[in-house]
Every structure is written in C-alpha cells, then in structure tokens.
C-alpha cells in the first residue's frame, strides 16, 4: 500500500475512533447529569432501563430515532436540515487538535489555538439558521437571544485565551500543556485565575447551560429556536449541546489544569514509575470529568438569570476584567515576576 494510502487509514481510523468516543461520552454524560442532578434533589433518577438505569441513553436514542422529522411546510427545507449540521460539525471538528495523551493528536499544528477559536465560533450560524430557516417568529426570536449571548462571552473567552498565550508563548496546545509541566505549582489556574473563572463561566453561557439557559427556556411555551425540530433533528441539537460541554471541560483542563499531566509531577516521595507521577489520558479524563460534573452542579444550584443580567455578565464584567487581568500578566511577563521569574 502506498505511503498516502497507509496515512489516510491510520488519520481516518483515528478520527473514526476520537468521533465515537466523543458520541458514547455524550450518552452517557445526559445519564450522570440525571443521577447527580437527582442525588442533589434527593430524587433517585434513571433505574428502569438496565442496571441502575444505565440503559436509559440507548432507550432516548432508539425513541429519538423513530419519531417523525416535521419540517414545517413554509420552512426553507434546505438550511432547516443543514442548521442542525453547522451546529454539530465544530463541536466535533475541534477534537482534531486536542492532545489526548503526550503521543496522541489527530492533528498537531502550531496554529490549534486559533483553530479552536475559530471552530467554536462557527456553532452561532446554525443557532440562527435553525431560528430563520423555519419561517417561524418564536424560533427567530430564540435564535436571536442565543446568538447575542454567544457572541457576548465568546469575546471574553477569546481575551481570556490571550491570557494563556502570553503565559505559554505558543498557540499549539502540546506546547501550552508541557509549559505547564511540574506538577500542580506551575498550572496556569495558579496565576491566571481570574482568566480561568471567566473561561469556565462563558463555556457554561456559550453552551446555553443553567442558569445562563435562556436559549430553551424551559419554563416558558416554546423551547426557543429548535422549537420547530423533531426526531433525529432535534436530537443532532442536542448532542451538538453535549458535545460542546465536553469539549469546553476538555479545554479548560488543557488551558488551566495542563492537560494530561500529573499533579503529583516531581514529588519525589512517591517513588520513581509511580502511575502518580506520570503524565497519562487519565489524568485528563478526571479533569474533564470533574468540570463535567461542576457544569451539572451549577444546573442544580443555581436559578435562571434574566437576559439583561446574562447580558450585563458578559459585556460588563468579564470582558473589563480579563483586560485588567491581561494587562497585569503583561507587566509581570515584562517584568519576569512571579511564574514567569525565570
């Protein structure tokens, strides 16, 4: 076979791999998200479909899967399909750049951190076209809304990552995780803190989650701008929705929380070739688990902000304090103070 070919299946086989692991996460995150959501309410969640309810992802698949597609008659058929595509794709597409392991990146370019920025500005367009394209003015409305809340912390979100590019002078994220080497001392949640309460907090409001979920609006008569969406339709919405929390919990833990790399890194008393101490995927799966977890807990905990206050959030605060913030790291970087001494 020739080298082309042999490249093509190994890149292919690897995107293949990466793409349905990232669909069983999803399944089984709505799953976690029911039991904690229930633990905290004192409610004991999915426990009728397999054990300990651990059917119940496969069970919302197959019924998803056999409802009817209604696309309304006045619609623009063609972006009404392609909407739930446009919002899916990016949330998919930004895996290729994530260093899984210290070996293991679908795609290692220099440039990931720009790539990552614009994939996951790309989700807005099929929010408004899925609003547009059903000719319905409750879906418009919604759409509206929602992109006016991503655009505002996708701002903040980007001068927060300004943050991280001057701490580790590179926009390849194998590169930011390893100038995070050395255990948990030398992560950027450190010195950057308030650049990584500001990235977290716009994920939770770019992902339309609670309290920031005004998208959906679960309390009021239509469910924003997929109010129109049935079927598999509507279900590519939501595991574009999943799909996006696990890739900002995954992002956050490479910015911040360096990735797949021990906390534990040069404690000497754990002894030499303790799992501990060496730098591996499950390290990363932890991190990503337990920001998955505190996207859950923030639902559970806290009520639905009105919009002006979502909005006065984004465009008032955080964006004013992550160029304070940047201002100051850009005097300590000049100055070679504190984590950048040396």
């Given at each position: 076979m020739p080298l082309y070919l042999q490249n093509l299946v190994i890149i292919t086989t690897q995107i293949l791999a990466v793409t349905i692991c990232v669909i069983l996460t999803v399944a089984f995150t709505t799953y976690f998200e029911r039991k904690v959501i229930g633990y905290m309410q004192g409610r004991i969640g999915p426990n009728r479909v397999g054990i300990k309810g651990l059917g119940q992802p496969f069970a919302d698949v197959i019924k998803l899967l056999i409802k009817e597609v209604v696309i309304p008659s006045r619609s623009n058929r063609y972006l009404f399909v392609i909407a739930p595509l446009l919002s899916l794709i990016p949330a998919l597409a930004t895996w290729a750049v994530i260093p899984l392991t210290d070996g293991f990146v679908?795609?290692?370019?220099?440039?990931?951190?720009?790539?990552?920025?614009?994939?996951?500005?790309?989700?807005v367009y099929g929010v408004l076209l899925a609003g547009w394209a059903t000719n319905s003015k409750y879906a418009?409305?919604?759409?509206?809304?929602?992109?006016?809340?991503i655009v505002a912390y996708e701002i903040a979100m980007g001068f927060a990552l300004v943050g991280v590019l001057m701490a580790s002078g590179s926009l390849n994220l194998g590169e930011i995780i390893a100038s995070q080497s050395g255990g948990f001392s030398q992560w950027f949640i450190i010195p950057l803190f308030p650049l990584f309460m500001v990235y977290f907090i716009s994920g939770v409001a770019e992902t339309n989650r609670a309290p920031f979920d005004v998208a959906e609006g679960e309390s009021e008569i239509v469910a924003g701008f997929h109010v129109e969406y049935s079927g598999v339709a509507f279900a590519v919405?939501?595991?574009?929705?999943?799909?996006?929390?696990?890739?900002i919990a995954a992002l956050t833990s490479i910015f911040f929380l360096a990735g797949w790399s021990s906390p534990f890194e040069g404690w000497v008393f754990l002894g030499e070739g303790n799992f501990l101490r060496e730098p591996s995927f499950f390290w990363l799966a932890v991190k990503i688990c337990f920001f998955i977890f505190v996207f859950f807990w923030i639902r559970a905990t806290f009520p639905r902000y009105r919009y002006d206050q979502i909005m006065r959030l984004g465009w008032k605060i955080f964006i004013?304090?992550?160029?304070?913030?940047?201002?100051?790291?850009?005097v300590m970087v000049w100055m070679k103070v504190g984590p950048w001494s040396i």
């Open positions: 679908i795609a290692d370019i220099n440039a990931g951190l720009l790539y990552v920025l614009a994939l996951t500005s790309v989700g418009f409305l919604g759409a509206m809304r929602c992109a006016a809340q919405f939501f595991l574009a929705e999943y799909a996006n929390i696990i890739l004013p304090v992550t160029i304070v913030w940047i201002a100051v790291e850009g």
